[in-house]
């Protein structure tokens, strides 16, 4: 395997469209977004947070009134996103 890695490190084999190096690229390129995103999503706190909406002094049941109207927006704005993106 790994004198496969070598061989077609920078040239794809025969048969194939892609080389190692470009398939390692794209694999680190897509694991840093998804680890960016995932620290970002920890990072978050919006009205929706409990802790945020203790600190300001927002009631439970605002924040799960604003859970119930963000959860169908979210699902129209979906729908849209995925129409404009044909």
Known sequence: MLKDVKAYWNEPREGDYVSYKE???????????MCAGNVLNYFTFSAGCLLVGA???I???DIYVHGLIGMPLGLILVQCSKIAYR
């Open 55 to 57: 600190i300001y002094g």
């Open 23 to 33: 398939y390692a690229s794209y694999v680190v390129g897509f694991s840093g977004g």
């Open 59 to 61: 009631s439970f049941r």
